[in-house]
């Protein structure tokens, strides 16, 4: 890593916003967050991903230039990250883009409530894809289903017989577009979509969705990963050179997959006792506060006004 003549380190420019679209992701605050640790910890070398989700924090961490290790207790995310990162290794590639055909096929209700429940790659990728405000339970598309199916075929497939369904059924003419990727199509029909003021329709989650995962199809694998509990992972690396970050699932909001039984008062005592330097983003703890930012609350997405939160940045230097 280079530093500047005050001794903090320089975050490098082009800086790609890499991450699996996961409830609660610091993609938009990454680079904010990891800025405050490195002014505490400039020399760091390594970083430890202990509650790492999407992999927002990891992405951005290996790319600054620190060795990194992610590790996260729900095991069908980590095996979904271990499957891109081999097929990346083994240069894998479907007609349609990094996954195999089948998975750019429209996911409809039915088939979201069998495969949510499936710990296979399929699955996770459906819950990754296909959940409501990433949650990994409800389905993402209410009334409007067959819509957003015959819009995903024309943008995925061409589909013509999709094209002249969507067409009638809302009295418009959308035309096909010619351009070479789904991706390219998908933004070519999203402003024909929005000069016709459809707006139930101009937004494609499922594919916005998809094009992030697409994003890592540029790497190579580029950190480690694990499958344990926060306290279960074992670091020798030297504490002068360590960042230990921990974003676990906020006290008193909404429950992840996993940590629903995540005891708060045994993480505190492992964050302020350990030897390491460790941060942990939260809502409120009882730890030194050295960071903050407003953020608008997700989870009343349908509000005009949407809630302003302050995500806080802890230290263990208490």
């Not at 996961?22 to 800025?35: F, H, P, T, V």
């Not at 995903?152 to 003419?173: A, P, Q």
């Not at 699932?249 to 505190?268: A, M, S, V, W």
């Amino acid at each position: 890593m280079q530093y500047d003549l005050f001794g903090d380190v320089i975050i490098p420019e082009g800086i790609k916003n890499l991450r699996v679209p996961y409830m609660g992701s610091k993609n938009k605050i990454a680079i904010d967050l990891l800025r405050e640790m490195l002014k505490v910890k400039p020399k760091a070398k390594y970083f430890y991903d202990l509650c790492a989700g999407g992999g927002s924090m990891s992405f951005t961490a290996s790319q600054i230039g620190l060795k990194t290790h992610y590790n996260e207790l729900q095991t069908s995310l980590v095996k979904f990250i271990d499957y891109i990162f081999n097929r990346l290794e083994k240069g894998l590639k479907g007609q349609y883009g990094l996954f195999p055909d089948d998975f750019y096929n429209f996911i409809d209700r039915d088939e979201f409530m069998k495969l949510k429940n499936e710990d296979s790659i399929k699955g996770q990728f459906a819950r990754i894809c296909y959940s409501f405000g990433n949650n990994q339970r409800s389905y993402l598309f209410g009334d409007i289903e067959k819509t957003k199916h015959l819009a995903h075929n024309i943008v995925m497939f061409r589909c013509e017989k999709s094209l002249k369904e969507l067409n009638g059924l809302l009295d418009t003419d959308i035309k096909t577009s010619n351009l070479l990727t789904w991706n390219e199509r998908r933004l070519d029909f999203m402003k024909q979509i929005k000069d016709r003021k459809y707006h139930e329709l101009e937004q494609l989650e499922q594919l916005q969705r998809l094009q992030q995962l697409e994003r890592l199809e540029r790497l190579e694998p580029i950190f480690t990963t694990s499958n344990l509990s926060y306290k279960d992972i074992k670091i020798n690396t030297p504490p002068e050179e360590t960042i230990i970050y921990l974003d676990p699932p906020y006290r008193n909001t909404f429950k992840y997959i996993e940590g629903k039984d995540l005891d708060y008062k045994e993480l505190d005592e492992w964050f302020i006792n350990n030897k390491y330097t460790c941060f942990m983003s939260e809502y409120n703890a009882p730890h030194k506060v050295i960071f903050e930012v407003d953020k608008f609350s997700l989870l009343n997405n349908l509000k005009e006004k949407k809630k302003v939160i302050k995500e806080k940045l802890f230290w263990n230097n208490n």
